[in-house]
């Protein structure tokens, strides 16, 4: 008998600890409601954590594919010349996006627009010793207004978006070699993961060797868009980097390439002097101020670089 009365005490004292009705086993509800609250939290951060890279991805596949599009490199109709001229110029703009070393090798989207800085700075070191003198976008806009001679072995470059490797990479080879560089900024990447920070930015801006040129608010694709919208992503996003820098920005990129009539005109009106599209040539004159051609880095690799170069002056 006493062995069965120990037993049903037992038995009656684990339900109050299995139940929860010890206070020490007991969860308060403010616990309760916090691990709740942060549960919640970080599973909604991995969603949009996840559609974010999404995003991202889809933006990164969208500049190859409309950089590469045919429509985004074909000429336009001429647009009205105000101040006809037969005045031509050969300059090759060579466009530039990435310029690092991609430690993913499945990252096939930002292998293609990449150039590796050791390859960036062996072409600065063949121009150098070829005699070929770099520029800045908006100084080519300078000689089509009769303001500035540019000589023969002129070269301009370009690097679109403000990626990070721009501070890190291209700016201390840039001051190495005593070279110009025209950069497009995005500005509401300024200080995003991958992009040139603000205080990155002012630096850049401060170093005398680059121009800050403006890119769009976002990288939105003008073509097509109203023409209000593509007001407030030109016009906005000068005023935006005039006033974070403190100087004027004189010239444009349109995102993907893509451009109207309407893009035209409201680059015109904002008081760009000039414009640079993924056309490909580099014979500019007054009537593709507004969409002046560019050619790709890759296109003037190889041990033949300045052959390659030499022929863009011949096309």
């Given at each position: ?9 037992l ?6 600890t ?32 996840q ?56 990252d ?58 721009f501070?890190?990479?291209v700016?201390p080879?840039?001051k ?12 509401d ?37 109203s ?12 005023d935006?980097l ?5 100087i004027q ?17 409201i680059?015109?009106e ?9 056309i ?14 560019r ?21």
């Amino acid at each position: 008998m006493k062995k069965r009365r120990r037993t049903k005490r037992l038995i009656h004292k684990l339900p109050q600890t299995i139940s929860g009705k010890s206070k020490k086993s007991r969860i308060s509800p403010i616990l309760a409601g916090v691990l709740v609250a942060t549960c919640i939290y970080t599973f909604f951060s991995v969603v949009n954590k996840q559609n974010s890279n999404n995003i991202q991805n889809e933006r990164q596949k969208m500049v190859i594919d409309e950089y590469h599009y045919q429509q985004s490199l074909e000429r336009p109709t001429p647009i009205p010349n105000t101040n006809p001229t037969d005045f031509h110029m050969k300059v090759p703009i060579i466009m530039y996006h990435y310029v690092e070393y991609v430690k993913d090798p499945r990252d096939t989207i930002r292998k293609s627009l990449n150039i590796d800085p050791d390859v960036f700075q062996y072409q600065l070191q063949t121009l150098e010793s070829n005699g070929f003198k770099t520029f800045y976008v908006k100084e080519l806009a300078e000689a089509l207004d009769g303001f500035r001679i540019m000589p023969k072995k002129s070269v301009i470059l370009t690097f679109d978006d403000g990626y990070e490797d721009f501070y890190t990479y291209v700016l201390p080879i840039l001051k190495k070699y005593k070279v110009k560089a025209t950069l497009y900024v995005i500005n509401d990447l300024v200080g995003s993961k991958g992009y040139i920070s603000q205080k990155e930015l002012d630096e850049i801006a401060s170093s005398g060797f680059v121009e800050v040129g403006a890119h769009t608010l976002d990288h939105d694709y003008l073509k097509g868009m109203s023409k209000e919208a593509q007001m407030q992503q030109i016009i906005k996003s000068k005023d935006e980097l005039e006033s974070m820098l403190g100087i004027q920005i004189k010239t444009f990129a349109y995102p993907f390439g893509a451009f109207d009539d309407n893009s035209i005109n409201i680059v015109k009106e904002a008081s760009f002097s000039a414009a640079v599209s993924v056309i490909p040539g580099n014979d500019h004159s007054e009537e593709d101020r507004y969409y002046l051609y560019r050619i790709r880095a890759g296109s003037i690799l190889g041990g033949n670089m300045i052959q390659n170069l030499e022929k863009e002056y011949e096309k």
